[in-house]
């Protein structure tokens, strides 16, 4: 089976410009998640989605926006970019809910955004 | 509030040797936890995880114990391969949270030759 997949790995955008990331889960994953890492910080939770429909959502500003297709990809978009967006976006699959062994997150190997 | 914590931004093992890699937690609903493993510029691996009906869960160098009256766990990897050098999250989740993984802020293990 393939990985999740994330695309584009690397991003140079300019202060107030906006950016979308494309995450495409593994094959049978109903649910995605996105996370921000920057230098030095653990993971931050953005928001999940599961059938098209956000599930839990993060502490971040609404310039961080996402949504799921009917094919279980996902997209985040970050409107009116700012210097502290610049991290590691990461995306994770995961099976559909089913209790506790559904938890189990598999991680893309993440976009690199940096904002000049 | 942090709901889960890994009080060790970072442990210096020898080769070899046994590593732990320590977490605790303070949300009694917690019932599932895990392990990821991370190497810089890439995602987080999945390593190991426990039910909070189990006391303990092997996978070949990779053990984790869970004391649930203390709210801690703890990962043992042994031997100690430099290989594992790594930044480590522990995870939990609960069913009252639509089962969210709250992660730690990871420790970074360095592994000696």
């Known amino acids: 089976k393939a990985g999740v997949t994330q695309t584009p790995r690397y991003l140079i955008k300019t202060r107030g410009q906006q950016v979308t990331l494309s995450c495409s889960p593994i094959?049978?994953?109903?649910?995605v998640s996105w996370y921000q890492q920057t230098p030095g910080q653990g993971l931050q939770f953005l928001f999940e989605?599961?059938?098209?429909?956000?599930?839990n959502k993060g502490n971040f500003p609404g310039r961080f926006s996402g949504r799921q297709f009917s094919n279980s990809r996902s997209e985040m978009n970050v409107s009116t970019l700012e210097l502290g967006d610049s991290a590691l976006y990461l995306c994770?699959?995961?099976?559909?809910?089913?209790?506790?062994?559904?938890?189990?997150?598999?991680f893309g190997p993440g976009t690199r955004l940096t904002v000049l | 509030d942090q709901q889960v914590k890994q009080n060790s931004p970072s442990l210096s093992v020898q080769e070899g040797r046994i590593s732990i890699l320590n977490c605790d937690y303070t949300?009694?609903?917690?019932?599932?936890f895990l392990w990821y493993k991370k190497y810089p510029a890439e995602g987080p691996t999945f390593l190991i995880s426990i039910s909070s009906i189990k006391d303990k869960n092997e996978d070949g160098r990779f053990t984790v114990f869970l004391n649930k009256s203390a709210k801690h766990l703890s990962l043992h990897i042994v031997p100690s391969q430099p290989g594992d050098s790594a930044v480590y999250f522990c995870?939990?989740?609960?069913?009252?949270?639509?089962?969210?993984?709250?992660w730690g802020a990871g420790t970074k293990l360095i592994i000696k030759p």
């Open positions: 949300n009694s609903m917690f019932d599932y």
């Open positions: 994770a699959s995961s099976f559909p809910r089913g209790g506790p062994f559904s938890v189990t997150q598999y």
């Open positions: 989605y599961f059938s098209e429909t956000q599930r």
């Open positions: 995870a939990a989740s609960a069913r009252d949270s639509n089962y969210q993984l709250i």
């Open positions: 094959s049978g994953h109903r649910s």
